[in-house]
């Protein structure tokens, strides 16, 4: 059995090679990249720096160099810590390289085999303690509305002090959206209307705690296109933040709890409103494929599992749309649109709204710089794609931000607010949700940030 636990020591053991026998980077895909540079001009990290190590390809021939029996050095650390994890590359590469799975094996590797500063290690340790924990995330609710509503906030932003004494707090503090009281949606709502399906919600992590305004207008949307939604209780974390930076154990755990609470609630389908969520799940029956107890149910699991825009799209629309005289621009979240390949599906549900046009953004292969928890852990580069998504967005001129994911939610409204620019900002669900309940396009004009 392999040892899951990250070194204590501070740097790779001299000369021992980069990877162990468990889940390396697989060769035949390292194999399939021809260098082709298709990829080069989508990522994000290529794009701000120009530095072959920080593409695709470049971090496929560090691979290749650890297959081939080279060390884990810090270099090379670093340049896999460097990507965001976009899957931009996988759209973009003709030979169809799963990038992807190269880079989550080599993240796992570097998790166990790699032993990181104590700062480093420090606040991986700290976010990991408290994002993939809802209920630890909603315990900030009240201090955080506390700290919003007494000015306190405005008066640090004005002072230009935390991002010189803690630039980690500053970016957090940017990050944080305007909260207001929601009340909780019930376990169960009845679908209107003949039923047409019986739906299980996920609940999410940062969508629970900071938007749950989102989950109550994704349980009204569904219900209204007949569907029974279900909410099964006490839902714990689906692991995506985890495995997206190498933590295999862990988000094998939170993956076999999430699949015990769903299967026990005896829906049709898994919905998720929350992309990274969603591309994580539909991916369970590869993080436990080596687990006799839960293989074959985690095949079965994510063979549920739908963005909210592909059930709505593939159910099609019943109840009525009325008019939203708006002009919104759509930006892709980058798990929805590369990993899990929905773009056709978000835009056609938007277009179907009497009085709504829609708008591209520039560049939209780009990420935003969210990427999880990337932009927590790499806040000035993070600052700078979400400067140059915010001025795409903004170039639009559109009234409103459309998008399904609550990390490019809080990254481009802190972008919009340092450029100091006007647009408000809302999940698809919420945009048809107002269009179904008939209210005025002005109840989604709020100010960049606020939320649910």
């Known amino acids: 059995m392999v040892d899951a636990t990250p070194r204590d020591v501070l740097g790779p053991v001299a000369g021992e090679p980069a990877f162990d026998g468990h889940r390396p980077p697989r060769l035949d895909i390292v194999n399939d990249c021809v260098h082709c540079g298709f990829c080069l001009t989508t990522c994000p990290t290529y794009v701000l720096w120009g ?61 166990r085999r790699h032993g990181r500063g104590g700062r480093d290690r420090a606040l991986r340790e700290a976010i990991f303690a408290l994002f993939p924990y809802p209920r630890r995330l909603r315990l900030l609710r009240g201090p955080l509305r506390a700290y919003q509503a007494s ?33 909780k949606p019930p376990r169960r709502v009845r679908a209107r209307g003949p039923r047409r399906a019986v739906v299980g919600l996920l609940t999410g992590c940062v969508q629970g705690a900071f938007f749950p305004g989102v989950n109550s207008a994704t349980v009204r949307v ?49 919905i998720v409103n929350a992309a990274g969520c969603g591309s994580s799940m539909k991916e369970y029956a590869e993080l436990l494929r080596d687990d006799p107890a839960y293989a074959a149910r985690a095949t079965a699991f994510a063979a549920k599992v739908r963005d909210l825009s592909e059930i709505l799209f593939e159910l099609g629309p019943v109840a009525r749309r009325h008019p939203l005289p708006l002009t919104v621009a759509y930006h892709d979240a980058c ?33 935003c710089g969210s990427a999880g928890v990337w932009n927590i852990l790499n806040p000035v580069p993070a600052a700078e794609l979400g400067d140059r998504k915010a001025a795409h967005v903004l170039a639009t001129s559109a009234r409103l931000l459309v998008t399904a994911n609550p990390g490019c939610l809080m990254q481009v409204a802190s972008a919009v ?27 989604l004009l709020t100010p960049p940030g606020s939320s649910g």
């Open 335 to 367: 798990h929805l649109a590369h990993a899990q390949g929905v773009r056709a599906q978000p835009r056609a549900l938007l277009r179907g709204i009497p009085g709504l046009e829609v708008r591209e953004i520039a560049d939209p292969e780009i990420c």
């Open 151 to 183: 000015g306190l906030q405005g008066l640090v932003a004005r002072s230009g002090l935390l991002p010189r004494l803690a630039p980690t707090l500053a970016t957090l503090d940017s990050l944080a959206p305007r909260l207001r009281r929601v009340p």
């Open 222 to 270: 569904l219900a209204a296109e007949g569907c029974d939604v279900v909410i099964p209780p006490a839902q714990g974390c689906c692991g995506a933040l985890s495995v997206h930076n190498g933590r295999e154990a862990e988000a094998q755990g939170f993956a076999r709890k999430l699949i015990d609470r769903f299967e026990r609630a005896g829906v049709e389908y898994v």
């Open 51 to 111: 530095e072959e190590a920080d593409s695709p390809r470049g971090r496929i021939h560090l691979m290749k160099q650890g297959l081939d029996g080279e060390p884990m050095t810090d270099s090379m650390v670093r340049h896999v810590d460097a990507c965001l994890g976009c899957m931009a590359c996988v759209t973009a590469c003709p030979s169809g390289v799963r990038y992807d799975r190269l880079i989550e094996d080599t993240r796992a590797q570097v998790e």
């Open 417 to 443: 607010r340092r450029r100091n620019g006007e647009i408000a900002l809302a999940h698809t669900a919420e945009v048809l949700d107002a269009s179904i309940r008939g209210l005025p396009a002005s109840a």
